[in-house]
């Protein structure tokens, strides 16, 4: 079984090397001792959200405090490719539910899309709100998951201004149910890419529950986009993006 992990504080992940003592306090230390009930002896990783893992044994805990002997560093390299959810706000927390499963199944960024036929709306400070929680759920899933990376949560576009915001993406897959190409037979674009250039961007773009417009697929098309359906189906806004970013994860390798 895979060690559980806690993310601690960046610098201080960074400077922990091996046979050294690193000291996890706070909330996550809290976690680990009052709710997984972890103790002397157990195996664990700590991680600083951005690649870099530490592996060690825990020798002492407190109410607050988790303390371990650091037995191995791992900088973990992103992947090749690197995924965007583009996840348009929909009502009865699919959209949350989205996010979740996308940061399980190794979703890189995700942003936030208040589209034309989005019945939740963010308006002002609600932005702000939502683009927390939402980080709040990538960090609690990436967690679960026994990431060593949390997925970045980027502040909520509306239709005008994210076809700008993907512009220059490798790839921009629109998820429609009356597209004709299969997503499998898009992807083949990246095959042609001149090695050597850098990560793929690659972005999944998901409709509301009144699906995307003609005008906003449009828009999208116009900066490169390509439409594609995954199957005969049409699939909720909550389980949409997750499964295109399966099919991903299997067409391109990392799986």
Not at 29 to 51: I, W
Request: glycine share 10%; proline share 6%; no cysteine.
């Amino acid at each position: 079984m895979t060690n559980p992990i806690f993310f601690g504080d960046p610098a201080q992940v960074a400077a922990a090397g091996p046979g050294a003592l690193f000291r996890l306090e706070g909330p996550e230390a809290r976690h680990a001792v009052s709710v997984k009930r972890l103790g002397a002896g157990e195996s664990v990783d700590v991680v600083d959200g951005a690649g870099r893992r530490l592996t060690g044994t825990v020798t002492e805990t407190g109410a607050s405090v988790l303390e371990l002997r650091v037995e191995n560093v791992l900088d973990e390299p992103a992947a090749s490719e690197r995924f965007i959810l583009v996840q348009a706000l929909a009502k009865g927390d699919r959209d949350e539910q989205a996010v979740e499963a996308a940061t399980e199944l190794g979703v890189d960024a995700v942003i936030p899309w208040q589209s034309d036929r989005s019945i939740v709306r963010w308006r002002a400070e609600k932005a702000a709100k939502g683009q927390a929680k939402w980080q709040a759920l990538t960090t609690a899933a990436a967690k679960q998951s026994r990431r060593s990376r949390i997925p970045v949560v980027e502040p909520a576009l509306d239709s005008r201004a994210l076809p700008g915001r993907l512009r220059d993406l490798d790839l921009v897959l629109v998820l429609h149910e009356e597209a004709d190409m299969p997503l499998a037979e898009a992807v083949h674009v990246l095959e042609t890419r001149t090695p050597g250039v850098g990560a793929a961007s690659i972005a999944v773009v998901v409709g509301p529950e009144g699906g995307i417009s003609p005008a906003e697929l449009e828009a999208l098309r116009a900066v490169g986009a390509v439409a594609v359906r995954l199957g005969p189906h049409v699939l909720r806004s909550s389980t949409a993006g997750p499964s295109a970013l399966a099919v991903l994860n299997q067409l391109l390798g990392r799986w």
